[in-house]
């Protein structure tokens, strides 16, 4: 474990470009490993979680080649639906659920066992949030107590086509069902009471498959995708993480004098929750350069620092921030009144309990604040906290990266136990938070 620590900064100035977009990366490897011919991959986020499924998806016999082989980009050699052979070995998911979860989904419906394991974090997670809806399909499971993880899937090609109604809102969930569903008869349908991040069923279509998605009167989605399609190899472009720019975003709306450019982030409108509550804060974020690619909406974000002022976030906006929670508690503690965040209980089976670390990492900064099961009052005073505290990061790469964050901008250094976790979502976090003018050492 190597610490590492950010100090007061001046201020941010110039443009970057952040890594690629972790849930259309994890996608990506995975439909190109089940298309028929060759899928191109531009800009595949090469963080340790996304290498763990190709590493799973070339176990299983799809043939990759990385850029360094191929001129810049991945290129995926897929199997077919269903075509994916027993792995001799046990799958090693690394630190992520996405991973783990959808290639659940991917393995219940090939007639043979897929072992899966995982680090400490992953291991302690729910599963059986997935492995429930893919036994009624038939699909079965050996895993440790509690549902988690390290899990046997034993899969089969006759599974039941299901309709299931998501007990939480998980876009994980809904894939694995939605993956499982692509080698099963019939037509298989997840309803969600609130829209989650939609990657997989925009990226369904993009490989052919034919996937409807009806908007329900309150606002929810039934999204049914039809057995046994021809997908083939296409062309993806990953735009850059919303999830990752949120970092930088707000790093320079905390740190007076800045003024950042993000350019080529992906604006799914199921994802820019964040931007929407930063906005509400007084934050001054704007798009420029808005276009589409490969089926994703994409734009450059330009950001200002801004005095921000505490908001109530709705339990509605969950799911379109989901993993924004930590990096929005930050800017909280540096905006003047309270922030309130409702309905954010998923936040306790994260990569960590990361209602629970958040928490307590603000307190030792010098924060006040209220933590219930499943909401966090967050009350900033309208200058930074005083900081100067150690922060276990819990193998989780969104608590590191949050609170170096906010040492950029509190009195004293912030320092965080472990910075390996960052390389699950953004290798070079540091170097690139440095090269605007950050002090992480
Ligand atoms: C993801 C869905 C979310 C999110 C995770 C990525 C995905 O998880 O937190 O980082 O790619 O589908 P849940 O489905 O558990 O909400």
């Excluded at 490897?29 to 590493?55: F, K, Q």
């Excluded at 990752?244 to 993000?262: D, E, K, Q, R």
């Excluded at 589409?292 to 005095?307: F, H, L, Q, R, Y």
């Excluded at 004293?412 to 070079?428: E, K, L, N, R, Y």
Aim: charged fraction near 20%; proline fraction near 5%.
């Amino acid at each position: 474990m190597s610490a590492i620590a950010s100090h007061k900064c001046k201020n941010l100035k110039g443009r970057i470009v952040v890594p690629g977009d972790k849930s259309i990366s994890h996608r990506a490897l995975m439909l190109g490993g089940i298309a028929v011919g060759e899928t191109t991959i531009h800009g595949l986020l090469e963080g340790e979680d996304v290498l763990c499924t190709a590493a799973a998806m070339e176990q299983m016999g799809a043939q990759i080649e990385r850029p360094s082989e191929s001129g810049g980009v991945w290129r995926v050699y897929g199997r077919g639906v269903g075509g994916l052979s027993e792995p001799t070995e046990t799958l090693d998911m690394g630190n992520s659920g996405t991973a783990a979860r959808l290639m659940t989904g991917l393995m219940a419906a090939h007639p043979f066992s897929t072992k899966f394991s995982g680090d400490a974090s992953l291991n302690s997670r729910p599963m059986a949030r997935v492995t429930v809806p893919l036994e009624q399909m038939g699909a079965s499971f050996v895993t440790e107590d509690g549902g988690r993880m390290p899990m046997t899937v034993k899969g089969s090609d006759q599974l039941m086509p299901i309709e299931y109604t998501l007990p939480v809102a998980s876009a994980q969930v809904k894939s694995a069902v939605l993956f499982a569903g692509l080698n099963t008869a019939g037509i298989t349908t997840v309803i969600e009471s609130h829209a989650t991040r939609d990657h997989s069923e925009r990226m369904l279509q993009h490989f052919g498959a034919t996937v409807e998605t009806e908007v329900m009167n309150d606002g929810g989605r039934r999204i049914s995708v039809t057995g046994y399609p021809e997908l083939t190899g296409q062309a993806v472009i990953v735009p850059s993480d919303i999830s990752s720019a949120a970092f930088p975003v707000v790093a320079a709306l905390i740190t007076p004098g800045s003024h950042i450019t993000i350019s080529g982030v992906g604006m799914n409108p199921l994802r820019t929750g964040i931007l929407d509550t930063l906005i509400e804060m007084g934050g001054d974020i704007q798009f420029v350069n808005e276009c589409e690619e490969a089926g994703e909406p994409v734009a450059d974000i330009v950001v200002k620092s801004s005095n921000l002022t505490g908001v109530v976030v709705p339990p509605e906006r969950a799911p379109s921030m989901i993993d924004e929670y930590p990096v929005l508690a930050m800017a909280a503690a540096c905006a003047s009144g309270s922030t309130r965040m409702d309905g954010i209980g998923e936040l306790r089976v994260k990569e960590s309990d990361r209602l629970g670390v958040v928490a307590r990492g603000l307190i030792a900064a010098g924060v006040q604040l209220e933590e219930g099961e499943d909401w966090m009052t967050v009350h900033g005073t309208g200058s930074p906290p005083k900081g100067g505290n150690m922060v276990a990061a819990e193998l989780d790469h969104r608590i590191a990266m949050s609170f170096l964050i906010l040492g950029m901008a509190s009195d004293q250094p912030i320092t965080v136990d472990d910075a390996s976790p960052m390389d699950t979502s953004f290798p070079g976090f540091a170097d690139l938070m440095n090269d605007l003018g950050a002090e992480i050492k």
